[in-house]
């Protein structure tokens, strides 16, 4: 766990195994950006604990998408912190399921973890305990009413379902829409996975243009959100 900055919220990083869960504070109140991998619960709640927190303080959980590096605790985490989960309609289905879901590669890498995620890896890698959604986002949720002066957005291209929470500070927790990896090019920021890399690039456009400032993904280390404006301007957006 450590800090990561001071804005509007206060934003601490839960790191686990290749993939982070974001927790940020405003006004004494807490919210959780996803809940990591299966069986990494312990990591997750070191982290909880290591911000000084017990689970019954964090009043809101946000899943950005239903992939099993983001679903892992959220049956847990439910149960422990008693708190409303949010996720998009489309994704619903499989955090309430326990579903199976590998988004398609975008290049040659993501084709082939794909391939070998959806027909060679054991089941057992994917399994998480389902856990029951309570706030269904269609198109954008604004979550004043929990304490966050921030909007939940649908931004589709990584999967149909994506969400990410845009905070008016300009703070943007992007799950897997926007990512930091050691990869150089276009693929710094783009995911390997996606329904889409067309909205992908859409949906940064779009979160630009609402205000995002700075980005916290779920995988990687935060960074500015020009970053992403110059990836667009150099690679193009269609
Ligand atoms: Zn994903
Ligand atoms: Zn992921």
Known sequence: MSFARRGLFSIFRIKMPRVNAWLARHGGRWLLVDSGKPKTSGALFDGIAGACLKPRDISLLIIT??????????GRLKRETGAPIAIHGEEAGLLRTGGFEISDGLNALGRVRAFLGRHAAPRSMFAFEPAE???????????????FPAAIIHSPGHSRGSISL?????SL???????????PGIWSHMPIYGSSARDIKKSWRMLLERGAK????SHGHDFPAKELESLLS?????
Request: aromatic share 10%.
């Open 65 to 74: 998408h239903a992939h099993y590096d983001h679903v892992g605790s959220a």
């Open 133 to 147: 959604p309570d706030i269904i986002v269609e198109s954008e949720m604004r979550i004043d009413g929990f304490g």
């Open 166 to 170: 845009l905070a008016d500070d300009g």
């Open 173 to 183: 927790f992007s799950g897997d829409l926007a990512i930091s990896q050691p990869l």
């Open 214 to 217: 700075h980005v916290y993904p």
């Open 234 to 238: 150099r690679y193009g957006e269609n």
